[in-house]
């Protein structure tokens, strides 16, 4: 055997070896990180057994806080569905003074902790705030009422739909639309028939990513509600709620739907990103 094919084989062993072990790595860290965490919430949240937890879930305050949050997630899905949309279309295929401020106040809430987006809708819509008054006139309580809630979460969710469709729409350039519009079709049927069908898959993307983000939001939420029981609570603050009241199964408990919301939207993500990558595979095939 040549010296030159016994380096081969030993540089194969060599990134066989570092295969199995970044591979080892990566499931010991998703285990101890991921995994066991969830798991632990689950054993506990049911180790009293299931009466315990039916009744923790049931109670009327944990329901509350669910249509709640249901309710906040809905609206903000919506919001930022319709805003993603647009600002994705007007950043991506057009040319205006200030785009790139726009881009940039996109970037906003990644870089801001939610506690202090909180403490700036209270500096804003307070008592204090310079927009305080002209919505009491309107009868509109908004900090530490619904509305403040769905405001602290959507400006918290506000990038997740537009910054997943921007990279795509760049992707897909502009040939396509000027024919059409070459072509005499009006800009929304452009969009609905040519953009949109390319941005779908990522549409659906960021919608999950916006969703999930929504059910588990806590540090904005939790600064402009108020934590009313049965009026401003989320799930989120109902489990802060019970565990600082020493209440552990039922704090677990209540947890575990969030841990199973969660799951689901990781389900759907799965979902969204094999449909995604299936269509843009028989999509190569054909052209």
């Known amino acids: 055997m040549t010296q030159e094919r016994k380096q081969e084989m030993h540089g194969s062993d060599v990134s066989k070896i570092t295969k199995l072990c970044l ?34 879930i049931t109670d009327h305050y944990a329901i509350a806080a669910l249509k709640l949050t249901l309710f906040t997630t809905v609206l903000c899905v919506v919001c930022n569905a319709f805003f993603g949309l647009f600002a994705s279309w007007a950043l991506t295929k057009f040319r205006f003074p200030g785009k790139q401020a726009l881009t940039t106040l996109i970037d906003i809430p990644f870089s801001i902790s939610p506690v202090i987006a909180g403490l700036v809708l209270i500096l804003v819509f307070g008592r204090i705030g310079w927009a305080y008054g002209f919505f009491e006139s309107l009868g509109i309580k908004v ?23 921007i990279p795509l729409m760049n992707a897909q350039g502009t040939d396509e639309e000027e024919a ?30 916006c969703t999930a983000r929504s059910l588990g939001e806590f540090g904005a939420v939790s600064v402009v509600s108020g934590h009313l029981r049965g009026k401003t609570n989320t799930l989120p603050l109902h489990v802060e709620i019970l ?14 739907v969030l841990v199973a919301l969660a799951i689901l939207m990781l389900v759907l993500k799965n979902i969204v990103e094999y449909m995604g990558k299936r269509q843009g595979g028989e999509n190569a095939k054909r052209s």
């Open 143 to 165: 900090v530490f009422a619904v509305p403040g809630i769905v405001l602290a979460t959507i400006f918290v969710t506000f990038p997740f739909i537009s910054r997943e469709l």
């Open 23 to 56: 591979i080892a790595l990566g499931v010991l860290f998703a285990a101890v990180m991921l995994v066991a965490p969830l798991v632990t919430v689950l054993a506990y949240a049911l180790r009293q057994g299931w009466e315990v937890f039916s009744e923790a």
């Open 180 to 209: 059409a519009a070459l072509m005499g079709a009006r800009g929304f049927r452009i969009y609905r028939e040519i953009t949109f069908p390319h941005i779908k898959w990522g549409f659906l993307y960021g919608l999950i990513l």
């Open 243 to 256: 565990f600082s009241e020493f209440k552990l199964t039922a704090a677990f408990a209540v947890a575990s």
